[in-house]
């Protein structure tokens, strides 16, 4: 079910000054591409160029802040977790931002609304937007409440999944995982690296991210959340 803008920002608790701004974050290039005329004549790529780059400076702050004992390669990680194709794609969903999407009728068709990352782009555009209408501030206190319900599941499922994966892998099956890297997509200047993972010549987990080492990340948490599923249907191989 379609949102209108009004409602997106009251589901949301967001109120901007300049109302244009959060309509081009909501507005996918196929759109315009179909209705070239429309009076908001430009999509959302610009702001989520600017709304990663403030992204990625708030959450390395944040993160900085939070744990003042930890090395940079914690940091990275755990930043790289928060704010990868992923968690973007999870923030938005969770602001129902595929319903209020504007999107051409082909991509509609296609299921772009629940394309991740559409999504993550979308939700990178808005904060670009979000930090254009009322600064910094207001864009970190957006990104940091995002930030502290991901981080529990990031520190629940530990540093690294691929780690953790490989341990049971090991452990139950007496292999190695392995990784296959499928290629990119998107824009040049923030494309999205595929990425599966194998378990001897079985796919059990698909990932995406914006290196490949993200993608093959998210992949082994994709492998780790059926983990139960994968070593029940490996076992009666």
Not at 76 to 105: H, S
């Amino acid at each position: 079910m379609a949102l209108t803008l009004e409602d997106f920002l009251s589901l949301n608790g967001l109120d901007f000054h300049d109302q244009g701004l959060i309509q081009r974050a909501l507005t996918h290039r196929s759109y315009l591409n179909e209705i070239p005329d429309d009076v908001v004549a430009e999509d959302y790529e610009r702001l989520e160029f600017l709304g990663d780059a403030i992204l990625q400076f708030v959450c390395g702050d944040y993160l900085f802040r939070q744990f003042p004992d930890e090395q940079e390669g914690y940091l990275t990680r755990t930043r790289a977790a928060l704010v990868n194709t992923e968690a973007c794609a999870a923030y938005a969903r969770a602001m129902q931002v595929g319903d209020a999407l504007r999107l051409g009728k082909g991509d509609e068709r296609t299921g772009g609304r629940n394309r991740q990352n559409v999504l993550a782009d979308a939700f990178e555009a808005i904060v670009g937007a979000l930090y254009l209408d009322q600064g910094l501030e207001a864009a970190r206190a957006f990104l940091v409440a995002r930030f502290e319900e991901r981080l529990k599941l990031v520190l629940s499922s530990g540093e690294d999944a691929r780690v953790r994966l490989q341990e049971l892998s090991q452990m139950i099956f007496g292999i190695t995982p392995s990784y296959q890297h499928l290629g990119e997509a998107g824009p040049s200047h923030s494309p999205t690296m595929s990425a599966d993972v194998l378990i001897g010549e079985s796919v059990v987990g698909h990932g995406q991210g914006r290196s490949k080492q993200l993608a093959a990340r998210a992949a082994a948490a994709d492998a780790l959340a059926r983990w139960d599923d994968i070593v029940s249907g490996m076992q009666t191989r």
